[in-house]
């Protein structure tokens, strides 16, 4: 027992949705309870803990005789709306089980190793993904970042000062990249992969590139019983016609993905016909020129069904990923110590993802037995996340190297 679903256990009644799963926003008070969860952690195994001007928060061990730029490994604590137990805090959970591991088994790794938990991963409430690392490695402007609102209308900058940061300090912090040599993260499964391959565990190849998109459209407000059928200009008729056509768009592109999972009327009331609906797009490909392609033909039929229906319609842009594919260096030492685990390409985006652009990057995932996630049926076994722990453990040593090893 490594005790990660002991951990899990502790968190398992923090930010419960009435409506199953979880909803744990970040920068919000179940993120707060998580995050000082943490902390408690990572203090009783005396790890140098900080949080930084960005409210990522890091812990810190410093092996006898270890120097250099740190392998870090961690995750996220936030969640979707109704998310699963695991993707996240697993990987947070089994970076605190890992340095058990090692600790225990007398490890001498020859770098710093660090436990980092990054806020804002799903981009649940400020729409940004990954606004964390994201603001870390200086991919998204301060500027913008602050600027970006929830559903309640507060901006990023409130939640900041809420939470206790200063908004005028956050942004790209080189100092703090500097001081990390790569990172590497362990994750649920969040497909079929592991179950089809009947693996406890996997090393990260790639990530599908993903986007956002906003689509509004705009029509007649009116009364749903004054108002004839052939005198509407219905913006919920126009962005039904889109939903269906974004699915058959993406149907007849091999290995795309785009889906609908927002969709915002304002003002939303039973008997009135909507003034505005807003929707949001998640589109994913291997390839960032098909990525681009498949959202040109979603702009047109958008605009076509939109005009069919006396109504206008913008398509905005709100995040980008490219596919990314894991360094080569950290996953051949990886494959070495980990000599059965397969290699998978996800289609879910990570903090790994986005920290990729600017150090080196891996990632382990762990067996999800219903193959389901962003779900309350997200799963894993108590034995494949003592597994998970001492793949990341292993992971974490032939990735830093042994102190003791003159090669190193
Ligand atoms: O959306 C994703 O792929 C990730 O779970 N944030
Ligand atoms: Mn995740
Ligand atoms: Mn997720």
Redesign the pocket.
Known sequence: MTGVARMLAEIAHIGADPRGGYARPGYGDADRELREWFVGHARARGLDVHRDRNGIVWAWWHPPGSGGPAVVTGSHLDS?PGGGAY?GPLGVASALAAVDVMRARGDTPARPIAVGVFPE???SRFGL?CLGSRLVSGAVSPERALALTDREGDTFADALRRDGLDPRHVGRDDEMLDAIGCFVELHVE?GRGLIDLGQPVAIGASILG?GRWRVTVDGQGNHAGTTLMGDRRDPMVAAARAVLEIRDIARGIPDARATVGRIEPVPGGTNVIASRVSFWI?ARHPDDVVTAALIASVRDAVARVAAAEGCTATLQEESLSPTVDFDRGLRDRMRAALPDAPELGTG???DAGVLAERIPTAMLFVRNPTGIS?SPEELVEDSDADKGAVALADALVAVAGDRTDASV
């Open positions: 979707v993707d991963e799903e981009g993904a969040q993903h998640d879910a985006g990570h962003h």
